[in-house]
């Protein structure tokens, strides 16, 4: 089970909001679908997860991750309504250009996977991974379907240590283990 990475695609901002109409976004997701070997379409109609941020010159803060199992996968789901009342929210309280990255699931033989049977579970395990990532970079992620226990949960020392805590041997060596500066 492969997710690979895509982006990040700049998405337009008109009057401070992120209009459903974007040609420049999904032309930038066909180059990329091409400049891979596949046809322009093929990764806009994938199924996968997808995370929505604002860069500010070299950095870059996650705002939204999402996932789709739609019919007409990324295209008929990252700009819907819903998802851009979050991003228009986003754009109006913080500076940056808004992008997004797309992480299609991928067949065994490396193909865009269309196929939602069976793999909502692994889609929605993944998206709460990657919003467990993304809350550790940015705790006000827009993201409130599911994350009671991302938010509220804490291992001192590794994850939701707000403040960090005593910094003791254990917590040090703990850190080390999981990869935490």
Same mark, same amino acid.
């Given at each position: 089970m492969w997710f690979d990475m895509y982006g990040p695609f700049e998405l337009t901002?008109?009057?401070g909001q992120i209009p459903s109409r974007q040609p420049d976004f999904w032309q930038q997701v066909q180059q990329a679908s091409q400049h891979y070997g596949s046809?322009?379409?093929?990764?806009?109609? !994938?199924? @996968?997860c997808y995370a929505f941020g604002l860069r500010h010159g070299a950095s870059m803060k996650p705002w939204y991750v999402g996932m789709?199992? !739609?019919? @007409?996968?990324?295209?008929r789901e990252v700009l819907q309504q819903h998802k851009r009342d979050h991003y228009d929210e986003v754009v109006k309280e913080h500076r940056g250009a808004p992008i997004m990255f797309l992480m299609p699931l991928l067949t065994p033989e490396g193909y865009f996977c269309r196929n939602r049977a069976g793999n909502k579970p692994l889609i929605q395990w993944v998206e709460k991974m990657l919003f467990g990532v993304a809350l550790r970079k940015n705790p006000?992620?827009?993201?409130?379907?599911d994350t009671k226990f991302l938010r509220n949960v804490v291992v001192h020392g590794i994850f939701n240590s707000r403040p960090p805590g005593r910094q003791?041997?254990?917590?040090?060596?703990?850190?080390k283990m999981f990869g935490e500066p």
């Open positions: 901002r008109t009057d046809k322009p379409q093929d990764l806009e109609q !994938a199924i @996968g789709t199992i !739609a019919k @007409g996968g990324f295209r006000h992620c827009r993201n409130q379907r003791g041997p254990e917590v040090m060596a703990a850190r």
